[in-house]
């Protein structure tokens, strides 16, 4: 696809607005969905919820092999088109659901949920064998600030479709599911590669490429580190998301304060605090902070659940987890060579998405649904366990890199003195 620097700078932008509606109707259905899976039969505990949940990620997971090699053999703009149509189905109907395993089945949709992977392949056709790394850093870097600001605006307005047009589930999510047809549509056949390109292919996920990145030792420690951080963080998002839904039915605008609190920090640390620790810090150094970070929000919350107590001490996690898991994940990327770069990014998300799976491995059959406490007495254990694993196995991380949780920017920053 040839196009004038212009057109390029054009594309990219409207890529950002792919990018955050995406991701806002994503948001908007996480928030929803806890609510439909508690009406349905026979009813599921804690421990099944979870379980559902799993088999969705795990399609997840073996879904970006197939919307890797559909890139690959018919390019973004087909692989797009079809990944919204799916996912606009599974929103729409998802809540209508009522049977427990024909909502297991429904979850196997999600394989499709992969418009992340098709715009960072795009991103890559679009800059190409001329560009270089700096300017395919800018780009990627871009994409945190919608998915931030997805993170506050999609619960918000989940919750104010339910307060203000109607209380039915059905109706936000078909809303939600609407928006994302009508949107993401037009938006892919207009913006998307029309074809497949050998440029892109080789950015592509495939099993001796990540057979090659894990005998790395480097990527192989950062990628360790990455589920040990990713499984306690998922594990409390997925219960809390739960208990939210079931104990706040009577006082919606409490979420959507939670989720705009949640997102504005996301979004701050993305912008401000994590460039200025990287002058300051090295990458070890950040990672480590980071797990304080997580260890302190954990133990806090073991405490308490007020929700007052929960937007004191939840900005802590979400930001112990944006260093952490920007910070390993570009040690993952830069221990590959650039020719790799899409495949090591590739590696990276399955392993966050093999984290939530454990979920239910971290969770077990013993966690209350109106009781985190334990959860968070766990996750603290596992945070406190992988903190002298880093200090001792993290040595490898030397050089700073401009790294959100996009997990693709490669741009050096240099430690200030």
Request: hydrophobic fraction near 50%; charge should be neutral; aromatic fraction near 10%.
């Amino acid at each position: 696809m040839m196009l004038t620097k212009k057109e390029r700078e054009r594309v990219n932008w409207i890529l950002l607005v792919v990018y955050g509606i995406w991701n806002t109707c994503d948001q908007w259905s996480k928030i929803l969905i806890p609510f439909a899976q508690w009406s349905l039969e026979p009813r599921p505990d804690l421990f099944s919820l979870l379980i559902l949940n799993a088999v969705g990620t795990t399609a997840q997971l073996l879904g970006s092999f197939i919307v890797a090699q559909l890139i690959d053999a018919k390019g973004c703009r087909v692989s797009a088109l079809l990944c919204t149509l799916v996912i606009g189905v599974y929103q729409i109907f998802v809540v209508r659901i009522k049977d427990y395993y024909a909502f297991g089945g429904f979850q196997l949709l999600l394989a499709f949920q992969h418009m992340p992977l098709i715009v960072d392949a795009c991103i890559a056709q679009l800059v190409g064998q001329d560009g270089d790394d700096k300017e395919r850093s800018r780009l990627l870097m871009r994409l945190t600030i919608p998915m931030s600001v997805a993170f506050a605006a999609g619960p918000y307005l989940a919750i104010q479709v339910l307060y203000l047009i109607s209380p039915s589930m059905e109706i936000s999510q078909t809303i939600c599911g609407c928006l994302l047809l009508a949107t993401m549509l037009p938006l892919s056949y207009y913006t998307m590669p029309s074809d497949g390109s050998d440029k892109s292919a080789n950015r592509l996920p495939s099993l001796s490429s990540y057979i090659e990145i894990l005998a790395e030792p480097k990527a192989k420690w950062s990628l360790l580190f990455l589920v040990l951080v990713c499984g306690p963080y998922s594990s409390y998002d997925q219960i809390l998301r739960i208990h939210l839904a079931s104990h706040m039915l009577t006082n919606p605008g409490d979420m959507s304060k939670l989720a705009f609190v949640l997102g504005a920090t996301a979004l701050l640390s993305n912008i401000f605090l994590l460039p200025y620790l990287q002058r300051r810090f090295g990458p070890q150094q950040l990672v480590l902070m980071a797990l304080t970070s997580l260890l302190f929000s954990y133990a806090y919350l073991s405490q308490v659940n007020e929700l007052h107590h929960l937007m004191i001490g939840m900005p802590f996690q979400v930001i112990g987890a944006c260093v952490a898991i920007g910070q390993l994940a570009a040690q993952v990327m830069s221990s590959v060579p650039r020719s790799h770069m899409g495949k090591a990014a590739a590696l990276n998300r399955i392993a966050q998405l093999a984290a939530t799976v454990m979920t239910p491995l971290v969770t077990g059959y013993y966690i209350d649904m109106s009781e985190t406490q334990t959860l968070c007495l766990v996750s603290a254990g596992m945070t406190a366990l992988t903190l002298p694993l880093v200090y001792y196995k993290g040595g490898f991380m030397k050089e700073n890199f401009i790294n959100l949780p996009t997990m693709m920017g490669l741009k050096t920053i240099p430690k200030e003195d």
